[in-house]
């Protein structure tokens, strides 16, 4: 059994104001704990993996395909491999969740540090 606790997990900065940690990582998926800043944009991007996620704090704009969606605690998300997507947090608070990735991935490639 593999646990890790979201107050251990090491966040890497991949992209300005943009932070993310490995929770677990299982032969067909991963578990990533991810944090936004205010201000700060996650990229528009895509890759093959599918991507499901649930918001814990904050609030976020999501940017699927063109399209903008408010996320805020307690919401759910779904990307579909190849999907292409992004995020905006346009509040003045961190943005906090949590994203389930199958396949694995390991850092992602549109990162800028």
Request: a negative charge; glycine letters at 12%; one cysteine or more.
């Amino acid at each position: 059994m593999q646990k890790v606790n979201t107050g251990d997990a090491g966040f890497e900065e991949v992209n300005d104001g943009v932070y993310l940690a490995d929770l677990a990582t299982g032969r067909e998926a991963s578990v990533k704990y991810w944090r936004i800043d205010p201000g700060a944009t996650l990229p528009v991007h895509e890759h093959d993996n599918e991507q499901i996620g649930y918001m814990l704090e904050g609030t976020l704009v999501a940017i699927a395909d063109g399209e903008e969606v408010r996320l805020v605690p307690g919401d759910c998300y779904h990307f579909r491999s190849r999907e292409r997507h992004g995020a905006e947090n346009r509040s003045s608070d961190p943005a906090i969740g949590i994203g389930v990735l199958a396949p694995p991935r390991e850092r992602p490639d549109w990162g800028d540090r």
